[in-house]
């Protein structure tokens, strides 16, 4: 039994869930040289964004990933009802997000993609397999939660728009972002010797490079997803964020990006998804 699973043997399921899910999203946020994104350098591409407000944002939802997890403990199956209690217990969570960062949308796309992640991980605790646990949330996703008001998101109509795959179809898909691609450039980066922080910015790069980041898509079109998609995959051409070359063609990057406004807010949402299935799979 390693060290962290003894510290966490007294925890309830649920609680020790929601911290790893916390963890994150913190981990993310605090992650740096990130491309237009917050991180400890500064706002990147965001007016309304700072790095306290995405940690207040992230411990905010603790109590929603909690519930989250006792809901699928408690309904012990892929179902209806799961998905239901999930997405009452998601808008809930996102109202206390918001009063938390006065109105600012920090994470919501998180508390979908984490949330998800967080019940099929209870539904079978024993199982830590990444490809497992993003089966079993793609089964949750793919139910109609008949509660849920409608709501056109900036994610929605960049979908209708550009014919882009939003939040709802990646985790319907299992993930594949973070499956086929984050979680396997962790892993490289980690065998490479990169040290832990520039693979962790290997991981978002290698998600850029493919995601069709709905984000990006609403600020800056077609244009800033390329730039992000080239300009992530020069990073890796170059040797990833461990080498100078790499680091140059980061710098490059993230230039771009903010002359353009196009911040990947969703490539780091599922950054923090491959973080937590990462972190999952190691204990």
Not at 35 to 42: F, H, I, T
Request: aromatic residues 2%; glycine residues 10%.
């Amino acid at each position: 039994m390693s060290a962290l699973i003894a510290r966490n043997a007294d925890l309830p399921q649920a609680d020790w869930l929601a911290d790893l899910a916390v963890d994150a999203l913190i981990d993310e946020a605090d992650l740096s040289p990130k491309p237009a994104l917050v991180d400890r350098r500064g706002s990147g591409a965001h007016r309304d964004l700072h790095l306290g407000l995405m940690h207040a944002s992230a411990l905010s939802l603790w109590p929603c990933f909690k519930q989250m997890a006792e809901a699928a403990l408690a309904h012990g199956e892929v179902g209806q009802p799961l998905r239901e209690a999930l997405g009452r217990i998601g808008r809930e969570g996102e109202a206390a997000m918001l009063v938390t960062t006065g109105g600012v949308n920090t994470h919501r796309g998180a508390i979908w993609a984490l949330g998800l992640l967080v019940a099929a991980m209870a539904l079978k605790p024993e199982s830590r397999d990444a490809h497992a646990i993003a089966l079993r949330a793609a089964r949750i996703a793919l139910i109609d939660d008949r509660a849920a008001p409608h709501s056109d998101s900036h994610g929605a109509q960049v979908a209708r728009r550009y014919g882009a795959r939003g939040a709802r179809e990646e985790a319907q898909l299992g993930f594949p972002a973070v499956i086929e691609q984050g979680l396997p450039q962790l892993a490289r980066s980690r065998a490479a010797g990169a040290g832990e922080q520039n693979a962790r910015l290997d991981a978002l790069l290698a998600i850029m490079a493919t995601l069709a980041d709905t984000c990006v898509l609403w600020r800056a079109g077609l244009e800033g997803l390329d730039a992000m998609q080239q300009g992530a995959r020069a990073v890796l051409d170059a040797g990833g964020s461990a080498s100078l070359a790499g680091r140059r063609q980061l710098r490059a990057l993230d230039a771009l990006l903010l002359q353009l406004n196009a911040s990947p807010g969703g490539a780091a949402d599922l950054l923090a998804a491959c973080l937590f299935l990462d972190k999952a799979g190691s204990l």
